[in-house]
């Protein structure tokens, strides 16, 4: 337990250290290598990183129609049930992100417009590296289908297996995608990046991953023109506010329930009530007993902290420091506090408000900006699958009233063929 008021700035800056970007150095320089051999050898490069970090042998890079049909076959009624339902959800919030085009005569003669349009090729990044995720399939998925994207490429990994998890296949049926590759990690972002022989390239990159995922997107995104990303979206992070009248198992389920996901998670409780941390370590060492995956979230949980505040408020001061990906509120009147939020990617409010809610089906987007990026990124939205571009119609009688404003700031910066183009119509007819 750190008490944030005895510590130096300088131990603070140490406690809210993300792990992976102390690796930063050596992750971008084996990040690059991988890509540079997908550049370079396409789907042979492919099948030779599956080899070597997944070992997959003779492996089929594309999924066939066939499995994708056949998937559902394969699933629990119930699975089945809560993958459809999710779905609905999903869409239900986002349908209502729709954008509208805008159009404005600013004056009498002067028509300008903002019209939206689909990106038309988009690539979904989906980990799969220790668990299979059909919700990430789906948090992509329907955007990239509700924006009417012409191409969308799907990307995630096997282990030790050709065969894809039926979930992430049914998930990719709904959504559409009929486009999937049986890849992941840097080698995956830097086929969708530069296209191979059996994957398209495509225009913008979307997906959460590990630090060499992240990094491998950030990298392509300079090196290919025209190639955007959402978002340097991580390994997953949570930050919980708790005051003394929260349960100590809740925080604890909230807490696993992130540091399970990898090893280079991070978990981080903040209280103004050191029995309420006391007893959550406790809930957390029971719960760990119980876990499939308690070895990845033990390692997590060496990336984790448990910062005692004086106040609730300086709680909410700390994690606008800090920018989680997810936060959660475990308070007494929560709507209270709720204008003291700042920096965070997506806030669960109330004892019965789990983050696991938005990792699955309560609607809104799990694919969130980590590394303290939820200072300048926003949550994945429908948006974010569509560019948006300006149309203007003007009229001569339009261009003549305007031309007050246009000439005097071209004569200002000294652009008289921006003056010229103006004036030369003012005194000629279109022939």
């Not at 993300?18 to 550049?39: L, N, W």
């Not at 994207?149 to 709904?174: F, W």
């Not at 491998?216 to 190639?227: D, E, F, I, N, Y």
């Not at 204008?339 to 965070?344: F, M």
């Amino acid at each position: 337990m750190f008490n944030w008021n005895e510590e130096t700035n300088a131990s603070r800056e140490s406690i809210l250290q993300r792990p992976a970007i102390a690796m930063g150095a050596d992750i971008k320089s084996a990040t690059q290598i991988i890509i540079d051999q997908v550049k370079d050898k396409g789907d042979e490069a492919l099948l030779q990183l599956a080899k070597k970090f997944d070992n997959v042998y003779e492996l089929e890079l594309m999924v066939s129609m066939n499995d994708i049909d056949q998937a559902q076959e394969k699933l629990s009624p119930e699975l089945k049930s809560a993958i459809e339902c999710a779905y609905d959800n999903i869409v239900a919030f986002h349908t209502m992100q729709q954008p509208k085009d805008i159009k404005l005569e600013t004056i009498p003669g002067v028509l300008c417009e903002l019209k939206y349009q689909a990106i038309e090729a988009v690539g979904i990044y989906v980990p799969g590296g220790s668990a299979p995720l059909p919700s990430s399939v789906l948090m992509q998925g329907v955007l990239a289908q509700l924006s009417g994207a012409k191409t969308v490429v799907l990307a995630t990994p096997v282990k030790n297996t050709e065969t894809l998890n039926p979930a992430i296949l049914y998930a990719a049926k709904l959504c559409g995608i009929k486009t999937i590759l049986k890849s992941g990690g840097a080698g995956a972002i830097a086929a969708l990046a530069f296209g191979t022989q059996s994957v398209p390239a495509v225009n913008k990159i979307f997906g959460p991953g590990n630090a060499f995922v992240t990094m491998a997107k950030q990298l392509v995104s300079s090196q290919v023109p025209g190639l955007a990303i959402d978002m340097p979206a991580g390994p997953s992070e949570v930050l919980i506010i708790a005051d003394k009248r929260a349960n100590p198992d809740f925080i604890a389920a909230d807490l696993l329930s992130q540091a399970e996901h990898g090893k280079d998670s991070q978990v981080i409780l903040i209280s103004n009530a050191s029995e309420i941390i006391e007893k959550t370590q406790l809930a957390l060492a029971q719960q760990l007993k119980t876990l499939s995956r308690a070895e990845i979230a033990m390692a997590a949980l060496d990336n984790s902290a448990y910062i005692l505040v004086d106040t609730i408020t300086q709680a909410f001061e700390v994690s606008a420091i800090y920018g989680p990906e997810h936060l959660i509120l475990q308070l007494a009147n929560c709507d209270d506090y709720l204008p003291l939020i700042k920096n965070a990617g997506s806030v669960f409010v109330g004892d019965y408000s789990p983050e696991s809610a938005g990792d699955y089906a309560s609607g809104t987007n799990h694919v969130l900006p980590t590394y303290g990026y939820s200072k300048v990124y926003s949550s994945l939205n429908l948006l974010d699958f569509y560019r948006t571009y300006t149309v203007q119609t003007i009229t001569k009688q339009g261009l003549t009233d305007l031309s007050s404003a246009i000439l005097p700031i071209a004569a200002a910066e000294g652009l008289d063929a921006h003056a010229h183009a103006v004036s030369i119509r003012l005194e000629k007819e279109v022939c």
